[in-house]
């Protein structure tokens, strides 16, 4: 079955330090993955992706992600953390369907929390 | 723009109660989604659409219909509200063109209460 897991429930990391929120994914093909996040009672924003190309993406707030293929990973990572990057993370990944489209399967979630 | 809204914010209902909830994007998105986020479990796939005048069946499509009439809206309706659909409901779209292909904007969501 085509899946993702978010194996830690919660992160918590010193402000200034780096940070790492993992991800790994099941599908078949080549995965399409993203990075969301959501801050108190708001929607989720987008983050960054991967489609093709390097491995090594850059996003939105200084995050970047690896996509390491042979691991099936995809990690947010974020050299110096805010507090201000405390926040609920949601890694996605597009997945083909029976019909012949796509959908999208979110992980369930990483709790940030910064702390001053 | 204002990118995706989504109406009610807020809504209580009564159990066998029905309501609609919409959805409103102004970025001429192809893609259209329904989502519920409920704590623990992510967020799950109720029902999605790739055009005007077609949706399909996500994860948990039970108890929900959905209809898109028009390529900017998409609605998802309860015919009979069950407690179990107690959750928070967000609406997405997306494109698979240009710069921003693939990325899902999502809506502020709908808090719904039932009792």
């Known amino acids: 079955a085509q899946s993702v897991a978010q194996p830690e429930d919660q992160v918590n990391v010193a402000e200034g330090n780096p940070l790492t929120v993992k991800c790994t994914y099941s599908?078949?093909?080549?995965?399409?993955l993203f990075w969301y996040v959501q801050y108190p009672n708001r929607g989720l924003q987008f983050l960054l992706k991967?489609?093709?190309?390097?491995?090594l993406v850059k996003g939105s707030y200084g995050f970047e992600a690896e996509f390491n293929k042979s691991q099936t990973s995809f990690h947010l990572k974020k050299p110096s953390a805010l507090v201000s990057d405390s926040a609920l993370y949601f890694c996605?990944?597009?997945?083909?369907?029976?019909?012949?489209?796509?959908?999208?399967?979110f992980g369930t979630g990483t709790r940030l929390k910064v702390l001053a | 723009n204002a990118g995706v809204t989504q109406t009610p914010k807020f809504r209580v209902l009564k159990t066998g109660q029905s309501m609609t909830l919409l959805c409103a994007q102004d970025?001429?998105?192809?893609?259209m989604y329904w989502y519920r986020q409920d704590p623990g479990m992510g967020l799950r796939l109720i029902h999605y659409?790739?055009?005007?005048?077609?949706?399909a069946k996500g994860e948990v499509p039970d108890g929900y219909n959905v209809s898109r009439l028009k390529k900017q809206n998409f609605l998802l309706g309860l015919e009979s509200a069950a407690p179990s659909q107690t959750s928070v409901y967000f609406c997405?779209?997306?494109?698979?063109?240009?710069?921003?292909?693939?990325?899902?904007?999502f809506g502020p969501g709908t808090r719904l209460t039932v009792t």
């Open positions: 970025m001429n998105h192809e893609y």
């Open positions: 599908v078949s093909g080549n995965p399409y």
């Open positions: 659409s790739v055009g005007e005048g077609t949706t």
């Open positions: 991967y489609i093709t190309g390097d491995n």
């Open positions: 997405a779209s997306s494109n698979r063109r240009g710069a921003h292909s693939y990325e899902q904007y």
């Open positions: 996605a990944v597009r997945a083909g369907t029976t019909s012949g489209t796509y959908k999208y399967i």
